[in-house]
């Protein structure tokens, strides 16, 4: 059964730093993983999907990359703002999911970013 | 950018009553999702639509939980007994390329 971990479980930093975020997950066979942004109370934002045969993909300040093999994932944030301050989420979709490609989801990092 | 809306945003129901909570998926998207997420703990999976059927459902989604899309364009969960332990942020995705997730109904059941 699929399992998603994410660490650390929450992080506070200071304006400016560039970070990461980690995920890993225990069945290697996926087929895709994607990252989303969560702020407190708020709806799931969509941030960064890497399809299973892709090493990395980025959009603007943020990159995330996959390592299939060793079941890992890490999302970088260069020069951190405090408008980066959210839960992240990793999530992915196994390869044996059919069309239906349910999410299976870690708990999240809660970053903090300090003016 | 195309969108799924959902409504309420918020509601706050007696325990043992009805609620139905509304999306409006993304028009061409084939496969809708509902997912929910008690505060705390990871987001989960409840059922998935495809066709106008729905294609896989987890154990979560008993009998007390239905969906459907009534009229072609908003799909629905309908709780038909509410629990205190349904309290949860509900969200209604679709997907494309990837997901596109609603904004979320966070239900309090008092």
């Known amino acids: 059964k699929q399992e998603v971990t994410q660490i650390p479980a929450a992080l506070s930093v200071p304006e400016g730093e560039n970070l990461v975020l980690n995920c890993s997950f225990t069945?290697?066979?996926?087929?895709?993983l994607q990252w989303f942004r969560q702020d407190p109370g708020k709806g799931l934002t969509s941030l960064l999907l890497i399809q299973s045969s892709q090493r990395e993909q980025t959009s603007g300040r943020l990159n995330a990359s996959l390592d299939k093999s060793s079941g890992r994932s890490t999302l970088y944030i260069a020069a951190s703002q405090p408008g980066d301050s959210a839960t992240y989420l990793c999530a992915v979709i196994s390869s044996d999911a059919g069309n239906n490609r349910k999410l299976i989801w870690g708990l999240g990092t809660s970053l903090a970013v300090n003016p | 950018e195309p969108e799924v809306t959902q409504t309420p945003s918020h509601q706050v129901t007696q325990m043992g009553q009805e609620v139905i909570l509304r999306c409006v998926p993304i028009?061409?998207?084939?496969?809708f999702y509902w997912y929910r997420q008690i505060l705390g703990q990871k987001v989960e999976f409840l059922v998935s639509?495809?066709?106008?059927?729905?294609?896989?459902k987890s154990e979560i989604f008993d009998d007390q939980f239905s969906v459907e899309r009534p009229d072609g364009s908003n799909f629905t969960l309908k709780i038909r007994s509410t629990k205190l332990e349904d309290s949860a942020m509900y969200f209604c995705?679709?997907?494309?390329?990837?997901?596109?997730f609603g904004s979320g109904t966070r239900l309090t059941v008092v």
């Open positions: 639509f495809y066709n106008n059927e729905i294609s896989e």
């Open positions: 028009s061409n998207h084939l496969y």
């Open positions: 069945d290697s066979a996926i087929y895709n």
């Open positions: 995705a679709t997907t494309g390329y990837g997901y596109t």
